[in-house]
């Protein structure tokens, strides 16, 4: 009887769980060609990950001295908005020496295959000391086959 009762309730639990709609994915998943008029190299690659996770990078070419072309980070869906920060590492290129790190929270709208966002690149030395603060807005595109 035991048997019964449990195969019952494993059925009606496999059943249930095969009718659940499949979680949407969010808009801002996928990979993204963005424009950042402020930024010393204007254009870069983000990369946005269902996990919550993300990926920027750009060329090197923005700072002659300097390199910081890959930054890591996090992002939320906040309502209609998704909202996040991501942080990159910066070295002296001469002496190979860490020179600090910039760290950019930003808030994006999305529509379709188009986003615009505003953020704020916050910049630290290498004894992490604020040295800099530089609002921007951007502009992007989906990459699509």
Partial sequence: MRLTVWLIVAGAVVVTGACEKPKE???????????????????HMYVFNADGTMQQANPDAGDAHGSDSDG??????????????????MADRPTHRFTGRGEYSFEISVSGDRLNGNGTMNLFDANDQPTGRVPTTFTGERVRL
């Fill in 25 to 43: 994915p969010k808009p801002i998943v996928g990979a993204w060609l963005i424009h950042d008029s402020k930024a010393p190299f204007p254009m």
């Fill in 72 to 89: 890591k980070g996090i992002w939320v869906a906040d309502r209609s908005r998704i909202r996040g920060k991501w942080v990159e590492i």
